[in-house]
């Protein structure tokens, strides 16, 4: 492996690597700590957008997962999805001009995403992506749109899974530059496995009742897709569904605050409260590892604990009609289940019933992903300021 390469006498150029929400710092982590263990090292400074901005959403992320503190913090804060972006992008220009950068990295699906690699895009400044060809093939996703066009626009893009390469070659971006790495989620979650809290303790710390710790067993919830959370109608019936899963099998909600705010705006809170669900505010990052290690299952619509709960080898009720990791159902532990109460019942009943999904794990989900990244990032760096010499 060569070494990065820079014309004589100059100091190598940064990489802008870009955080903005909360799934982003899992990502990230051990990205930043493989290029600065690199030979020689890969300068990366780090850039917050602040899309998300709540101590429990943010701060205690970066601390557990040893982030250093970003150079810039944007600040953006909650707008419209076209107001966030333009923020973002307005915001992050002048930090792009003021340190000019060799590359700009993002990671996932976020706003932050898209408005980062479009502003450096526009200023000719290679993009990577990392994370990059997952596809629900479902537009009314914001996430769907964020992540189409920001592969569009970068220049090197590094995948989780096979299909996600092929979903990219169809979509006519050229083969040299797609790269398949593995799931740098899955670097973090093994090297942070053993540092898990006790669910019991979290538990108790959120107030479980008796008796919840003495059933044994608990599943747990997460959910905040607009799809789910934003139609009263929708959020009623998955609410009632969870009523009834709870007289099974008790749950632990960790609610994230738009669905907090959500629940509240439509007046359901009655509709959960009971002593076999506690309600939780969102984790740090080890209480949650142990959270979803010692469950019975996981139900949710989030990205990331589809694929944390399948390298885990926890059954995964994924609560929408598809998914952009396909991998977690074909080779994981996660079903899709949607939203309708008899799916999501009937699923339930089947891993209490034989246990669930158990899966394998996949291909480069090996903890080694970011090293993958920094080796063939430090080639291609080399590559590029050779021809700039
Ligand atoms: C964003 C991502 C989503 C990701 C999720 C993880 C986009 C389009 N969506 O969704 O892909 O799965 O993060 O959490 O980028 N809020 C707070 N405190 C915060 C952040 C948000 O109270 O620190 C509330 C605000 O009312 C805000 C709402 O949550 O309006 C939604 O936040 P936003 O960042 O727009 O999207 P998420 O739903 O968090």
Not at 60 to 82: I, K
Not at 358 to 376: L, V
Request: one cysteine or more; hydrophobic letters at 40%; a negative charge.
């Amino acid at each position: 492996m060569s070494a990065t390469v820079t014309p004589a006498g100059q100091t190598p150029k940064p990489i802008l690597c870009v955080v903005g929400a909360r799934p982003n710092y899992m990502k990230m982590a051990p990205i930043i700590q493989a290029m600065a263990a690199h030979h020689p090292p890969i300068p990366a400074l780090l850039i917050h957008t602040g899309q998300h901005y709540d101590s429990a959403m943010n701060d205690q992320f970066f601390l557990a997962l040893g982030l250093p503190a970003p150079t810039v913090n944007l600040e953006v804060g909650s707008a419209s999805h076209a107001m966030q972006t333009a923020e973002i992008m307005k915001r992050f220009e002048p930090v792009v001009d003021q340190y000019d950068p060799a590359a700009v990295l993002v990671v996932g699906d976020v706003n932050s995403t898209i408005a980062c690699a479009l502003v450096a895009s526009k200023k000719n400044i290679p993009v990577i992506h990392v994370e990059a060809g997952l596809r629900s093939y479902d537009r009314t996703m914001p996430e769907e749109i964020n992540r189409v066009l920001t592969d569009q626009i970068a220049d090197l893009l590094y995948t989780t899974e096979r299909s996600a390469g092929d979903n990219l070659r169809r979509e006519g971006i050229a083969d040299e530059r797609i790269v398949f790495v593995g799931n740098v989620m899955i670097d973090t979650l093994l090297t942070h496995k053993p540092h898990a809290v006790a669910a019991e303790k979290t538990l108790r710390n959120g107030g479980a009742s008796p008796a919840f710790l003495t059933a044994g067993q608990y599943g747990v919830v997460t959910m905040h897709r607009p799809s789910n959370v934003d139609d009263p109608q929708i959020l009623r019936g998955i609410l009632d569904v969870l009523q009834q899963v709870s007289s099974q099998l008790p749950l632990a909600f960790t609610m994230h605050p738009r669905t907090r705010q959500k629940i509240q705006e439509f007046g359901l809170e009655s509709l959960i409260q009971s002593d076999r669900i506690v309600l939780l505010p969102p984790q740090g990052y080890f209480e949650m590892l142990g959270l979803m290690a010692e469950a019975t299952l996981v139900l949710t619509d989030s990205g990331g604990l589809q694929d944390e709960t399948t390298a885990l080898g926890v059954p995964c009720l994924t609560m929408r009609n598809n998914t952009e990791r396909p991998i977690t159902v074909d080779q994981g532990t996660s079903t899709l289940v949607g939203q309708d109460a008899h799916n999501i019942l009937t699923a339930v009943e089947d891993v209490l019933k034989t246990g669930g999904k158990r899966g394998r794990t996949p291909e480069y989900w090996d903890g080694h992903a970011a090293e993958r990244i920094a080796r063939h990032l430090g080639e291609w760096l080399g590559l590029k300021n050779l021809k700039a010499a």
